[in-house]
Nanobody, 114 residues
Framework: QVQLVESGGGLVQAGGSLRLACAAD????????IGWHRQAPGKQRELVAR?????SIEYADSVKGRFTASGNIAHIDLEMNNLKPEDTAVYYC??????????WGQGTQVTVSS
């Protein structure tokens, strides 16, 4: 089992910044990747950023140059700059431990006003 606890999020004007944090607990040795996904109303959940155990980070094209993920397999932060209204979504921390085993945080709301 892996538990993911998120913090951060909130309401910000377009062009502003927010920081999300996710702490993992439990079978940390089993985590292959940890990262952030988001889901906007009426849309599918999508990858935002993902870090491998080796430290490689992958970003969605829509956030490259604006969002920065940092940390390690037990704790990952997401610094979000130059936020846009289309970044409005519920952001979920995600951990993949292999096979079909995934874990999700409870989600945190990010709202960007225009």
């Amino acid at each position: 089992q892996v538990q993911l606890v998120e913090s951060g999020g909130g309401l910000v004007q377009a062009g502003g910044s927010l920081r999300l944090a996710c702490a993992a607990d439990g079978r940390l040795f089993s985590i292959y990747t940890i990262g952030w996904h988001r889901q906007a109303p009426g849309k599918q959940r999508e990858l935002v950023a993902r870090m491998t155990r080796g430290g490689s980070i992958e970003y969605a094209d829509s956030v490259k140059g604006r969002f920065t993920a940092s940390g390690n397999i037990a704790h990952i932060d997401l610094e979000m700059n130059n936020l846009k209204p289309e970044d409005t979504a519920v952001y979920y921390c995600h951990a993949f431990v292999g096979g079909q085993e995934h874990y999700w945080g409870q989600g945190t709301q990010v709202t960007v006003s225009s």
